[in-house]
């Protein structure tokens, strides 16, 4: 009765599959179909941490080969007399036997005499060997819940040596032991367990086929690092990666994702994805923002109206000037003035500061308009006057007491300001460029470097800022706004920053980043940020993560402080020895492709001792899409070929 009950307990078990599996491998042993067997050996010794394994060659045949890196399962002679359990082992490498020096003894005597033909007692003792593995932990029933399975990293106790025997897993047990710890809610399926990077199987025995999922939920408000050479793959899961969030949260709309596409792959159709781009995948879900149309990619303007921010798009022009070398010391002053928002114009109190603040934007604007910057005046000067409002007293001793003319436009601001740059170069000292009252100057050193640069008395001036206007947009909105809405709503924004100068990729990833990050604080502050998450994605990581430096930038902050705001993180770089040291520490998914350097392998294993034994795998595997991975769900290291990043259905492609 009592075997009864247990029976019937285990009818609907995962480690249903473990009790049928054993009972196969003895009915073979009854029946003597060896070669359908799945024995490996049995246990020479036993430890906390590795197992060595007797084995021998008839017994790696039959299991199809004992490469290493495999998955073995370690299981008490009297499984049925105990509740169901296994060991998981990985293989390491070959093991010495007690008999190791004899057998060497006996192949060099063989060799002396010209290896005759083996007999078969000898060929029979010189096929056994030794396999030495790591334990990875064990599997076990769910003490509180009837249904479901445990995995522990440890052992809770070893007996003597001869009282275990080792098999290999066949398909049922490998999907238990790779999938049955990922949660089914979230679940997308990223390829097929590979255990080896070789594909060639033994005859008759194929190799194994078992699906590997992830939970989508191990990417939400977590660090996920991608390391691997070029061309290995590494874009390929990010697609995926991106794909199983826009997947897995088709109903509630919880993720919004932000990918920084610096090489124009995930916003537009490209070969390598069969003419598709996540983008097309996805139509409804991904908005694009470009600097420049891409023909056939619907996207909207990641341009900034440099009139209406001029605090930011100071920044742009600071750097673009900077990565172009420009070193004049009157060009220096002017990428090196503050200039204030508009909206920092609404918290200045004291009325001789504001409009210290409103004229220093006109002279800004004053340099945009010399340069040709396109502008909606109409629109503007809703926001500001033009008219600086100098005395009547300096306006006329610059106009050459001329009739000043009246400023009501942008051009009239330049002439008014073109004629006070001149004037401050030949009267420097004019009691006129003093305010009446305190005495102190009208204009400030930022402001005279401002008006330098308009009107130099050598040098190209505006005229070296023309060029960038390309990244002027008149009618170009808050795309920092427009894009964190469309985060909320939970849509992928791809920001195609291809062919961008570096300087402005670093402006667009350092000024969204923030304005997420400054978002889901104050949604965090509200008590606002309920189930919902925001995901970044950089690549070229090792630029925005270095290894030293300045650790406070927002990159710093995202890797240190997003997973407590929801904001998740995949970044990928090819070598683990130039990221920042506390963000590998802090990485919970790791993907790894081919690395071609000992110090990267060393630099991985140290950071996460899951790698250790697969550094010398990862070195010399360079196959295309085979990936080592570790996440949150998956509590050892799982080898897997990656799926082609493919649209859900291939006859529905919108544009």
Known sequence: MKDFFEKAAMQNHPLRVLQEFLKQEKDNEQAKRYDAMRFVGYVLEIGYDTVTIITSDPFKIAVGGVPRNSLLIMVPANYDTLPAHFTLLRVLEAAPTPLTKEVQQTYFELQKKSMPELDVFTQSELQWGALKSAVLGMFYPHPEKSDAIEFSGDLSNFVSAHKYRV??????????????????????????????????????KPLPKVPVYVSARDFMGTRTAMFGKTRLGKSNVVK?????????????????????DINGEYANDNPQDNSFSLRSAYHDRCVVYALTQKPGTQSRPLKLNFYEHPDRSHRVLADLLQAEGRNSIYVKAFLGAEIPSLELLNTIADHGERKRAERRILMYWAVLKKAGFDVNERALSDKLRFDPGYSQNLRSLIW???????????????EEFDMIAKFIREEPNHVALRSSGSGETLFRPDDQAILNFLNPSAGAGPAMIQRFRIYHDRNAGDFSKEIIKLLDEGFTVILDLSNANPEVMNYF??????????????????????????????????????????????????????????????????????????????????????????????????????????????LQAKTVGYIRMLTRSHRFVVSFQARKFEPPNLNVKGK
């Open 167 to 204: 098999y290999a897993p066949n398909d049922e047990l490998l999907n238990l032991m790779i999938n049955s710890m990922v949660p089914k809610d979230n679940r997308f399926l990223l390829g097929e367990l590979r255990l080896t990077e070789c594909r060639l199987p033994l005859p008759n």
């Open 240 to 260: 995926l990666i991106a794909q199983s969030l826009i997947e897995t949260t088709k109903k509630t709309k919880n993720v919004g994702q932000l990918i920084f």
């Open 400 to 414: 050459k007491r001329q009739t000043p003319p009246r400023i009501n436009s942008l051009s009239s601001l330049v």
């Open 509 to 618: 990833s350092e000024e969204l980043s923030a304005a997420v990050f400054v978002h889901q604080v104050d949604k965090f502050s509200n008590n606002q940020l309920e189930n919902h998450f925001i995901q970044l994605y950089f690549e070229e990581a090792h630029n925005l993560f270095p290894l030293s430096g300045d650790v406070t930038t927002i990159y710093s902050r995202l890797a240190k402080e997003g997973a407590k705001y929801h904001i998740g993180m995949v970044y990928s770089t090819q070598s683990p020895t130039t990221i920042n040291k506390d963000l590998l520490a802090q990485t919970e998914n790791f993907f790894v492709a081919h690395l071609a350097s000992q110090d990267d392998v060393n630099m991985l294993a140290k950071v996460n001792i899951a790698y250790e034994s697969l550094k010398y795998d990862i």
